[in-house]
Structure formats: C-alpha cells, structure tokens
C-alpha cells in the first residue's frame, strides 16, 4: 500500500440577509446557511457539504488545465448531473405529456368517446403518486410505457447547490486567477 497526504483548499460561505438565488422564476434566500467547498486540486475531487446536501465527484486529471480552472468552465447543468440525478418527478409537465402521448398512441384503444371523456376529466385528479399514476395511465391505454410520460428533474435541493457553486465558488476561483495572472 502507497499511502500520501494531499493538499486540498478549502472555500467556506456563509450566507447572510442579502444573499439570494433565483432558480426558475423561484426566490431562495440562502441568509443563515452555509455552503463548504472542499477541492483536491491533485486528485480532481470536488467535495461539496452544504444546507442544501452533500455531495462529490472526481474528475480525470489532465496536463492542460489545472483543476481550477476546470471547475471554472463547469456548468450548472454539468455539475448536476455529475453530482445528482433527475429523480423528482415534475408532476404538472408529467400530466401534460400524458395528455399528449396518450393521443399519440391513439386514445382508448377500443374507440370509447366516453373513457376518453373520463381520461381527460380524472388525468388532473389522479394522486401523484408513480404508481397509481401509471396504473391510471396504462389502464385507460395499455400501449403506453412508463419512462415514456413521467417528466424528472433535478431535486431542487441539488440545483440550489450548483448555482452556489456557479455564482459564489466559481466567482471566487476567477477572482484568485486574476490576481495571480
């Protein structure tokens, strides 16, 4: 076994009365949360704990760039999907593409006007619950499939920590970079 220490820098946040994200069309107010950026700039590792979760993921290092500055070209959208998944399910953007592949896939398979009628009447009253949603689903059109109508995002939780990543931490680093240009 090899062992070694390696150097990391650590970025601490704390968030106060004024600091506030908007995340679509929503206000968040971050004032008295915190956000801990941990970067292993040998290793490539990014460490996030934060109010909002815990997250981390490693990159491959390479010759060209030094981790800084990679985590300065990093999206949101990119660092959500290395650190989250889309497992929150949208349940108004959900029942509007029910609505359309349900049509897609021709209405009630036997023709019936009237389940139809009760389809579109019911489809907004159905719990949201995945599993009486796709049993409503597939008993008014046996043809459609699961993955093809449920609409998932990201936790809100996890993308409130990739713009604090974006508008604080990435800030940050471009400001150190300058100064030492």
């Known amino acids: 076994m090899k062992f070694s220490h390696s150097t990391v820098e650590k970025y601490t946040f704390k968030f106060e009365e004024n600091d506030v994200l908007t995340i679509d069309k929503q206000t968040f107010h971050l004032s008295g949360g915190h956000a801990v950026f941990i970067l292993d700039t040998e290793t490539y590792t990014l460490?996030?704990?934060c109010d909002w979760g815990n997250y981390c993921y490693r990159w491959g290092a390479n010759d060209y760039e030094t981790f800084k500055q990679l985590m300065c070209r990093v999206s949101a959208d990119y660092l959500l999907r290395k650190m989250s998944s889309q497992s929150v399910i949208n349940w108004k953007k959900t029942k509007k593409r029910a609505r359309e592949l349900y049509f897609q896939c021709g209405g009630d398979p036997n023709g019936d006007k009237e389940r139809v009628k009760?389809?579109?009447?019911e489809i907004d009253r159905v719990d949201e619950n995945e599993v009486r949603f796709y049993d409503f689903m597939t008993d008014h059109n046996p043809e459609l499939s699961e993955g093809s109508f449920f609409v998932k995002e990201f936790p809100m939780q996890a993308q409130i920590m990739a713009e604090i990543f974006k508008k604080y931490l990435?800030?940050?680093l471009k400001l150190e970079m300058k100064a030492v240009a």
Do not use: D, R
């Open 47 to 49: 460490s996030i704990e």
């Open 118 to 121: 009760e389809f579109l009447n």
């Open 170 to 172: 990435v800030e940050q």
